[in-house]
Nanobody, 121 residues
């Protein structure tokens, strides 16, 4: 069974940048689609970005387009999310998921435990 672990807990000022990482402590990320979702207090988990297993195809939520970049390094078994120009509304717990690429929560089979991102204005 795949075990995912996010890193990159951060407190950043609005307009700042942060990079999240997701590694597999057990199993491989290489042959699967990967994604980042986030969940703010009192809200449902929402799609942020996804990348195909080759890394060629990506898709983003409209709210982060142009500010966030998802990428993967299959040799390092790691997924990344580069977040620039962060806004207070980006504050949430961020989760990485492995499964079929896409924006639907239910297509992902494995999830990390989540990492907190806080953006102060």
């Amino acid at each position: 069974q795949v075990q995912l672990e996010e890193s990159g807990v951060g407190l950043v000022l609005a307009g700042g940048s942060l990079r999240l990482s997701c590694t597999a402590s057990r199993g491989s990320l290489s042959n699967y689609g990967l994604a980042w979702f986030r969940q703010a207090p009192g809200k449902e988990r929402e799609f942020v970005a996804t990348v195909s297993w080759t890394g060629v195809s990506t898709d983003y939520a409209d709210s982060v387009k142009g500010r966030f970049t998802i990428s993967r390094d299959n040799a390092k078994n790691t997924l990344y999310l580069q977040m620039n120009n962060l806004k207070p509304e980006d504050k949430a717990v961020y989760y990485c998921g492995e499964g079929a690429a896409g924006s639907r929560y239910h297509t992902y089979d494995y999830w990390g435990q989540g990492t907190q991102v806080t953006v102060s204005s």
